[in-house]
């Protein structure tokens, strides 16, 4: 019990957590569905590093168990589509949700924290004595990538005040699951990746930091903390749209001294460079079917991002991709009140209201 942290617990079922992951794992491993990259690990535990993956299941009785091995992320846990705890870098535990009525039941567990430079791990689920786990529910039709930095995990989305360090700090304060992206995937019932990483750009970091890096060198992974790590795409990946928000980073800061870059239209240059080489790599993988949005938004400093962006889309259709689009988002409602002037929730409901209505105006064919 030393290790559970729980958050929230919902009256609806009581949560408890004992440190017998591999007992309780055995046998019920491969009745989950997968929402994000993961790779499998010897044990039969599945290991990710992505914010908002997630694995959802189905059981028979009156509670189930949750088993993790990961000190580093918070997780939800819903039941029947209702938050019923959060789990705070839980460790090494199975943790139950116990006292529900005896009937059949969904469970959804989903990591809603950054961990670059540590994988967190799932050993499936586990159901209480008289119970059973039943078959994984079905993945969905409908699929959406997003592809970004903080804005795009849901860095302190959560919180009141800009300044987190007296309310938790930046994870406790972040939640990937309720993000511009996550809240357009469940309106539009799809599963989705979250593919973003905080303070990383196309192809310069959030003031010129961790030089000779940036978001490609870490797209690839499904492991962010392992260098050369490749995720194997399963052929159950065609995301019919992928939405890409790189940018804020390259060019919300000033340019130092020393890096490679003396100029902004230098910047500007690579930027764009890079972009068509970032877009080159998703046809290649996906296909010409999917439709790319190419995002941006407001910047105090410049219109450097949202120009470029443009020009990009642009140069794409000129060279006969009809299936991609520009998306500038802006609104007057927003506050930036999330940690470190990141957007708050209600920001992220906002820009997801302008993204659905973005999608809704592309032909689709779902």
Not at 65 to 71: E, K, N, T
Not at 264 to 275: F, G, I
Request: charged share 25%; proline share 5%; with cysteine.
């Amino acid at each position: 019990m030393s290790r559970r942290a729980l958050v929230t617990a919902a009256a609806a079922g009581a949560v408890t957590a004992v440190a017998s992951p591999a007992r309780a794992a055995g046998g019920a491993r491969a009745r989950f569905h997968t929402v994000g990259r993961v790779k499998r690990a010897a044990d039969g535990f599945v290991q990710y590093t992505w914010p908002g993956v997630c694995f959802e299941g189905r059981f028979r009785g009156t509670g189930v168990g949750i088993v993790l091995d990961d000190a580093d992320n918070d997780y939800d846990v819903q039941i029947d589509g209702t938050t019923v705890a959060t789990l705070v870098t839980p460790g090494r535990t199975v943790s139950w949700v116990d006292g529900l009525a005896d009937t059949g039941h969904g469970v959804r567990v989903v990591k809603r924290t950054e961990s670059p430079w540590a994988a967190g791990r799932f050993g499936g689920f586990v159901a209480a004595p008289g119970g059973a786990i039943l078959p994984r529910p079905r993945a969905r039709s409908r699929q959406i990538e997003f592809i970004g930095d903080s804005f795009t995990a849901g860095y302190g989305n959560v919180s009141d005040t800009r300044d987190c360090s007296a309310n938790g700090g930046v994870n406790r304060n972040s939640n990937a699951d309720l993000t511009f992206g996550a809240l357009t995937a469940r309106k539009l019932d799809a599963d989705l990746q979250i593919n973003a990483f905080s303070g990383r750009g196309m192809v310069r970091n959030y003031n010129g930091g961790d030089p000779g890096t940036d978001f490609r060198t870490y797209y690839d992974r499904a492991l962010l903390n392992v260098e050369g790590d490749v995720w194997r795409r399963p052929d159950s990946w065609r995301p019919q749209v992928v939405v890409v928000g790189l940018g804020i980073n390259d060019f919300s800061t000033p340019l130092n001294p020393g890096e490679r870059w003396t100029t902004p239209d230098e910047l500007v240059t690579a930027y764009e460079s890079a972009y068509h080489g970032f877009l080159d790599k998703l046809r290649a993988r996906y296909g010409p079917r999917p439709f790319v949005v190419v995002g941006a938004t407001y910047l105090w400093n410049t219109t450097a991002f949202t120009d470029a962006t443009l020009r990009i889309v642009q140069e794409r259709r000129r060279r006969g991709d009809d299936r991609v689009s520009h998306w500038y988002y802006d609104d007057p409602g927003l506050d930036h009140l999330g940690c470190d002037w990141h957007p708050s929730l209600n920001d992220h409901r906002i820009v997801s209201g302008l993204l659905d209505r973005h999608l809704a105006g592309l032909p689709l064919r779902w």
